[in-house]
């Protein structure tokens, strides 16, 4: 079975820092490319971050800087190390699989998602 | 950034209509626009790729059409399963890639 399992999420001050990862499972991994999306409760879907098949980032505005994507293709996972993180960070992130449609990582869509982590910060 | 706008953000509809929700775009993205069904607690799910392609696994009644700037996401006749939120996402240009803020369809 196809599948993406986060984990890490868990309550941070501002400020602070935390650490989340995917499992990925049922898939070649080191073949897609990986997203971190996240959303507010009650508010609308915001993309974070993306990391191609040969491990190139790219991030929202909102979040350069301050989050690091990686991943481990021997492990199957996917991370997000979120640092200097802000109440307006506070959200379930999902990891999601990547579809290409097209040449470019960003030409795709998110065809597996995991089923989140929730992620608070609050002092 | 591409802004993407739905609507309308939510509708009221009766099982068996149906039912027509608009995405635009700030600019033009070509066909580059997905579709994504959310139900309430639940990880968004992939209905409609390239604004038109029905992903493996997706009933009929559900269509996508248009290209552009302007989409359209149609459901033939609406079935009970279908209460949920649905969001428009484009993927023509990044950073970043983009949704639109939902259109939540509720039972009437």
């Known amino acids: 079975e196809v599948q993406l399992v986060e984990s890490g999420g868990g309550l941070v001050q501002p400020g602070g820092s935390l650490r989340l990862s995917c499992a990925a499972s049922?898939?070649?991994?080191?073949?897609?490319?990986m997203h971190w999306v996240r959303q507010a409760t009650g508010k609308g879907l915001e993309w974070v971050s993306a990391i191609g098949t040969a491990g190139d980032p790219y991030y929202s505005g909102s979040v350069k800087g301050r989050f690091t994507i990686s991943r481990e293709n021997a492990k199957n996972s996917l991370y997000l190390q979120m640092n200097s993180l802000r109440a307006g960070d506070t959200a379930v992130y999902y990891c999601?699989?990547?579809?290409?449609?097209?040449?470019?990582?960003?030409?795709?869509?998110?065809?597996?998602w995991g089923q989140g982590t929730m992620v608070t910060v609050s002092p | 950034d591409i802004q993407m706008t739905q609507s309308p953000s939510s509708l009221s509809a009766s099982v068996g209509d149906r039912v027509t929700i608009t995405c635009r775009a700030s600019q033009s993205i070509s066909s580059y626009l997905n579709w994504y069904q959310q139900k309430p607690g639940k990880a968004p799910k992939l209905l409609i790729y390239t604004a038109s392609s029905l992903q493996s696994g997706v009933p009929s009644r559900f269509s996508g059409g248009g290209s552009g700037t302007d989409f359209t996401l149609t459901i033939s006749s609406l079935q009970p399963e279908d209460f949920a939120t649905y969001y428009c996402q484009q993927s023509y240009s990044t950073p970043p890639l983009t949704f639109g803020g939902g259109t939540k369809v509720e039972i009437k």
């Open positions: 999601a699989r990547g579809v290409r449609y097209s040449s470019s990582w960003y030409e795709s869509a998110f065809d597996i």
């Open positions: 049922g898939f070649t991994f080191s073949s897609y490319d």
